[in-house]
């Protein structure tokens, strides 16, 4: 049972472009989300969370967007360069679920210069 | 202010064996979660301890375990070791896991190589 699933196993984009990730979720319980970047054998950087009652977050170049009604959420990197090509997650949390995350199986961004 | 530390970070032990994994979460944080990464399973998550209480548990054998110190500081133990428990292990810290504070931070993780 894929509660959270990111159906693009990989995105490629041209330097200076927007890349837009996505992330769908089945769980109502879930009021948190977050997005991270990878590298192998790293563990994952943190990059921006959002919480239910919000449907936009903004932290420098990235954004994500939280459609509730649609249980879907986007990550937009503007304007994207080469350091971001990495793997990522988006996870989701539950307040009732102390700690636990469950994660996306990840999508490979990659940026060519 | 320093990031979530995890030891070691390399670890390679024989089947059978048992094994004990550190990680010293972000000064303030006392929650700590622990996850392991494979390439089949994804990252799934193992238990969460706050306050040095296990407050939630994921889907794995009672083989793993982990506890708490006073300090925050949390560890992880494996016993009789499996070909399969190979994988990245990864501890997070945050501090208190709601919708009003959603900030979670993972350590670089530990490798452990089970022969």
């Known amino acids: 049972d894929q509660q959270v699933k990111q159906n693009s196993p990989s995105l490629s984009v041209q330097e200076g472009r927007i890349s837009i990730l996505n992330c769908d979720y089945t769980n109502s319980m879930f009021d948190y989300f977050l997005w991270y970047k990878k590298y192998p054998a790293e563990g994952p950087t943190f990059l921006i969370s959002i919480s239910s009652i919000k449907d936009k977050n903004e932290d420098g170049r990235f954004t994500v967007f939280l459609n509730k009604s649609a249980k879907h959420l986007s990550l937009h990197i503007v304007p994207s360069q080469p350091g971001d090509s990495a793997v990522y997650f988006c996870?989701?949390?539950?307040?009732?679920?102390?700690?636990?995350?469950?994660f996306g199986q990840g999508t490979i961004l990659t940026v060519h210069p | 202010k320093a990031g979530v530390t995890q030891t070691p970070r390399y670890l390679i032990k024989t089947r059978g064996q048992q094994v004990t994994l550190s990680c010293s979460p972000i000064?303030?944080?006392?929650?700590v979660s622990w996850y392991q990464q494979t390439p089949g399973q994804g990252l799934q998550f193992l238990f969460e301890y706050f306050s040095e209480t296990q407050r939630n548990k994921g889907n794995f054998p009672g083989r793993f375990s982990g506890r708490q110190f006073s300090n925050s500081r949390s560890e992880m133990n494996v016993s009789t070791l499996e070909l399969g428990d190979s994988a990245l292990y990864l501890c997070?810290?945050?501090?208190?896991?709601?919708?009003?504070?959603?900030?979670?931070?993972f350590g670089q993780g530990t490798r452990l190589t089970v022969v």
């Open positions: 997070a810290s945050s501090s208190y896991w709601t919708a009003l504070n959603t900030e979670a931070f």
């Open positions: 996870a989701a949390g539950a307040t009732t679920s102390y700690g636990k995350l469950t």
């Open positions: 000064s303030g944080h006392r929650s």
